[in-house]
């Protein structure tokens, strides 16, 4: 039994399946792969896109979708083991883990980060341990990776540019009021680096640098399918002759759980967003976003309205791929 907690469990074929599956989702096919089935959706975060397109997917395909949100209208759960439960948690992950098993055919997670120590956050504890004691394939919703995210965001990019390989593709860091998780942009040098595109991180300084284990990944993926990866502080180099600019803030590993601390340096690179004069550097190149995101300070007006702007394209194609990948799980 296989789960879909990151690509970088897949093969550039068996995503590359997957998208062919989305795009006749999106031509118009249709599916009961679902029929009599039910999914279950546990939201540690809140959730837009994410909620209402695998509802929205579980239905279309004939299933069922039951939303939980531990801690709110389930119980809140633990996670760590050996330890005496006398805390605000009332039932350990193995229980749920077990008993959703026995009600569902899938199990879907988000949990984010809790922003306290990357040390222990990156082991992503949450959606390990149901992968575990779950007795049915579990999808990532997000967590510190977004592997739905990046299918979305590799199916606008191969239906605005076509086939991707060795088109320059710009990963940026862009300002934020607040200190953001890294799934997206860990996912982004992911699926870009695995369709062997040529990449570039473009980020204000070493310390927003990615994890080493999603940097290493990324390398490996390019030298494995024909593609480049490095990274920059030049926002001039990066951008130029850029086909692709994706856009996202996350927070500095470093200063991970000392936000004041990491706002007094990030507030000095409020200019790395994403505007019409920067965009003007590139090769006629897209521009997108994972969403949600705040206008005119990780992107301008301009460039959000833009004919170029792919981010409402992407954000659709969520209910494509998540139907394409409940399918493929279902079926294995």
Avoid at 37 to 66: C, D, I
Avoid at 81 to 96: N, R, T
Avoid at 222 to 240: K, R, V, W
Avoid at 304 to 318: L, Q, V
């Amino acid at each position: 039994m296989k789960h879909f907690i990151t690509t970088a469990d897949y093969s550039q074929s068996e995503l590359q399946t997957m998208l062919d599956m989305a795009d006749e989702f999106k031509q118009g096919a249709t599916s009961e792969a679902l029929k009599n089935k039910s999914v279950a959706l546990l939201f540690f975060n809140p959730s837009l896109r994410t909620r209402t397109s695998f509802e929205l997917g579980t239905w279309q395909m004939g299933g069922h979708a039951v939303v939980l949100e531990p801690g709110k209208s389930a119980w809140p759960l633990s996670f760590e083991f050996g330890e005496k439960m006398d805390g605000v948690a009332e039932e350990h992950v193995i229980e749920a883990a077990k008993v959703l098993s026995r009600f569902c055919d899938l199990i879907c997670i988000r949990a984010f980060p809790k922003f306290e120590n990357w040390q222990d956050d990156r082991k992503d504890k949450v959606i390990k341990a149901f992968a575990q004691y779950s007795t049915v394939p579990v999808i990532n919703m997000e967590t510190i990776t977004h592997p739905c995210q990046e299918l979305a965001h590799m199916q606008a990019i191969s239906q605005h540019i076509g086939k991707p390989q060795k088109k320059k593709y710009v990963l940026t860091w862009s300002y934020h009021p607040k200190p953001l998780n890294t799934a997206v942009a860990n996912s982004s040098l992911l699926i870009a680096t695995k369709f062997g595109m040529d990449v570039t991180l473009l980020c204000p300084n070493e310390r927003f640098l990615l994890d080493d284990r999603y940097m290493g990944l990324a390398k490996q993926n390019a030298e494995q399918n024909g593609g480049s990866f490095n990274y920059t502080h030049d926002i001039d180099e990066a951008y130029e002759g850029a086909e692709i600019i994706y856009a996202k803030s996350w927070g500095a590993l470093p200063y991970f759980g000392k936000w004041d601390e990491e706002k007094i340096i990030r507030d000095q690179y409020q200019h790395f967003m994403v505007d019409e004069q920067k965009m003007a550097k590139t090769n006629n190149g897209k521009f997108s976003h994972c969403l949600p995101m705040r206008r005119n300070m990780i992107a301008s007006d301009g460039v959000m309205d833009s004919n170029y702007c792919i981010a409402i394209d992407e954000a659709e194609n969520r209910l494509h791929v998540q139907k394409a990948i409940m399918t493929q799980l279902i079926n294995q």
